[in-house]
T-cell receptor
Framework: NAGVMQNPRHLVRRRGQEARLRCSPM?????VYWYRQLPEEGLKFMVY????????ESGMPKERFSAEFPKEGPSILRIQQVVRGDSAAYFC???????????FGSGTRLTVV | AQTVTQSQPEMSVQEAETVTLSCTYD???????LFWYKQPPSRQMILVIR??????QNATENRFSVNFQKAAKSFSLKISDSQLGDAAMYFC??????????????FGQGTRLTINP
């Protein structure tokens, strides 16, 4: 059973471009969470999704950021018109239900140049 | 809102010795979960140990154990017989136990642990 798969592992974007980060949860997991880690800091919650639904997006910036978890396919975190301050590691985690513990992916490191 | 504080940015310990990492948290809830995660240079977040707030017994996982003081809102991690592979960033995290509450984890700032051979 493969773990949580995130790709790409590294992503470089120029200012103003779009970044798309993908997360495939573990098999049987229908709950997905996205976190952002700035250098030398802990992870900060961004959004919690179930299939086709956003459950909690209280940590998402109001502009340029969006997330989806379609019925088929991976969860996508999209950042439009990236700025240097978006440079960070973005982690995805999944769980089989609300009460269970998370499994984290290895993260995507986004660098905006 | 809940907060998690790790007051030790860096710690070091001699190989084979014991080290304790500190964590305090603030919450008004009575039902919650606490976690310690390890993040080695590979960046992978690895769950080390988990504690349910309703359990009085401290969790243990092999060389890792916690000292959970609910009244003091303290949750320290003890690593016994430290090994070189224990070198990593360690994060303390909180999650609400409310069934209707947010499922997000609230993380501390982390403690960088160095193991000296």
């Amino acid at each position: 059973n493969a773990g949580v798969m995130q790709n790409p592992r590294h992503l470089v974007r120029r200012r103003g471009q779009e970044a798309r980060l993908r997360c495939s949860p573990m098999k049987g997991h229908s709950h997905v969470y996205w976190y952002r880690q700035l250098p030398e800091e802990g992870l900060k919650f961004m959004v919690y999704l179930q299939k086709e639904n956003i459950i909690d997006e209280s940590g998402m910036p109001k502009e340029r950021f969006s997330a989806e978890f379609p019925k088929e396919g991976p969860s996508i975190l999209r950042i439009q018109q990236v700025v240097r301050g978006d440079s960070a590691a973005y982690f995805c985690a999944s769980s089989p239900d609300r009460a269970y513990g998370y499994t984290f992916g290895s993260g995507t490191r986004l660098t905006v140049v | 809102a809940q907060t998690v504080t790790q007051s030790q940015p860096e710690m070091s310990v001699q190989e084979a010795e014991t080290v304790t990492l500190s964590c305090t948290y603030d919450t008004s809830e009575s039902d919650y979960y606490l976690f310690w995660y390890k993040q080695p240079p590979s960046r992978q977040m690895i769950l080390v140990i988990r504690q349910e707030a309703y359990k009085q017994q401290n969790a243990t996982e092999n060389r890792f154990s916690v000292n959970f003081q609910k009244a003091a809102k303290s949750f320290s991690l003890k690593i016994s017989d430290s090994q070189l592979g224990d070198a990593a960033m360690y994060f303390c995290a909180y999650r609400s136990g409310l069934t209707q509450g947010a499922q997000k984890l609230v993380f501390g700032q982390g403690t960088r642990l160095t193991i000296n051979p």
